[in-house]
């Protein structure tokens, strides 16, 4: 089944402690992004990848990393999380950069305390 | 990038049919112009894309006037099901990899 996959789903942390999402596609798709969705702010686009060894900024990328070294996966690495990184994270991709037609994982619910 | 703006939230009944009207003045040649549909704690789902007139497809039609600064979702015959945030995007069908979401427009179908 085609699929993005976000691990885990649910994180409960603290302030400071080292963590990463997981996401992978089983698509062989070039471009891959991460979100984060916030109450009344929408979906934000943290990081994206048009290929493998290709990041770049999207619109808040401040507090997080990336990176691209398999085509399948794209991690999100919090080196030092803080509260207002609480949010629900989205991982998603498309054929290519530009493809109007994204596929999206299920999501990660992040609290940091 | 274009930016986007729509209306913060709709309200409507089952059987209806809904129009969600975009705008995106600064809308470039190249770009065209896609609708996502999120459920609550879900991932958006694409609906439809569009560059210039009318497109259907079995969830929904866009249509876009000739002058692209702007485009309507519509759903025909909304049932309680439809209720979900719809998002409306310009993307940049080249090299532009940072996509703008924005707020979306929360449509309520109610009985």
């Known amino acids: 089944e085609a699929q993005v996959t976000q691990n885990p789903r649910y994180l409960i942390t603290v302030t400071g402690k080292k963590l990463t999402v997981t996401c992978s596609q089983n698509?062989?798709?070039?471009?891959m992004s991460w979100y984060r969705q916030d109450p009344g702010l929408g979906l934000r686009q943290i990081y994206y990848s048009m290929n493998v060894e290709v990041t770049d900024k999207g619109d808040v990328p401040e507090g997080y990393k990336v990176s691209r070294k398999e085509k399948r996966n794209f991690p999100l690495i919090l080196e030092s999380p803080s509260p207002n990184q609480t949010s629900l994270y989205f991982c998603?991709?498309?054929?290519?950069?530009?493809?109007?037609?994204?596929?999206f994982g299920p999501g990660t619910r992040l609290t940091v305390t | 990038l274009a930016k986007t703006t729509q209306p913060i939230s709709m309200d409507s009944y089952e059987g209806q049919e809904v129009n969600i009207t975009c705008s995106h003045n600064n809308i470039a040649t190249n770009d065209y112009i896609t609708w996502y549909q999120q459920f609550p704690s879900q991932g958006p789902r694409f609906i439809i894309q569009g560059y210039k007139t009318k497109v259907t497809n079995e969830v929904a039609s866009l249509f876009i006037p000739a002058d692209r600064k702007s485009s309507t979702l519509s759903l025909p015959r909304v049932s309680l099901s439809d209720t979900a945030v719809y998002y409306c995007l310009v993307i940049d069908g080249g090299s532009q990899g940072n996509l703008i979401f924005g707020k979306g427009t929360k449509l309520s179908v109610k009985p």
């Open positions: 698509m062989n798709h070039e471009y």
């Open positions: 998603a991709s498309s054929f290519r950069t530009g493809s109007y037609e994204q596929y």
